[in-house]
């Protein structure tokens, strides 16, 4: 992987804990921001990066308990307290514009700063976000015993195998140290957040009123939500649906040059300048 020479990695004092922030690319492109899903870090981006960074500031954040982002100090990890930090971060950052994508559970982050800002959300890119609970598929992982926690290799990878790649896939060491980096108390809380959220209301729902350009990416293969359920965003005024053959629940990984493409071409028609 090679990274841009205008890489930087700082942390951001907020009210209720430090943020994290990579930024890479040129700092007067148009802004793309990156937001990682439930038990994952800004790191699960890392092979879109390149791939991105000579037309556009790449920014990607460590959610609150993840990577090297701070547990909040008031414990709330719903999508809309989420997104509340990530806007405070990037009013930190001076970024007035921003297209936004989020994979899995970060598209309902990404929604979630849309809702709150919709002055800062120029579009949104969601990436194997599932539209509604009744697209999801039960796993079969078991419960996580918090008095034997971390996990070990082997269990790290039993849990996320529906949810984190399709069947056959590797997953990566680095992204199993990851997650026995976590608390306990982070995994199973950001775990649980996003339900209330989807109950109260469909990310279709949401998004038809925003008014926002709107890419939806969908690993075909996915076993953690129905693949067909990408169908439900074209409800959405201005949406786009993208399905990826033979690829799973992250195709940020499992195929980083398809979905930056993708992205790419998404970006092009609806970034705002750089600030």
Known sequence: MTLSPN???TTLPLDDG???VHQDGPRDAPALLLIHGTASWAGSWD???PLLTESH????VDLPGHGRSAAPADGGYAPPDQGRRVGEALDRLGV???VVAGHSSGGYVA???AERRPDLV??????NTGPGMAAFIPQESGAVDPARWPPSDEQIRLLTATGFSRAGFELPQRFVDHVRGMSFGTFAATMRAPLPYLEQRSLPDRLKVLGKPLLVIFGADDRRWRSSSAADYLVVPDATVELLPGIGHTPIVEDPEATAALLLAFTALHAAPGD
């Open 96 to 98: 007035e514009h921003a």
């Open 7 to 9: 890489t930087e990695s």
């Open 18 to 20: 430090d943020l994290h």
């Open 111 to 113: 929604t979630a700063l």
């Open 57 to 60: 500031r790449v920014i990607r």
């Open 122 to 127: 120029t579009a949104l890119a969601l990436v």
């Open 47 to 49: 092979l879109l990066v």
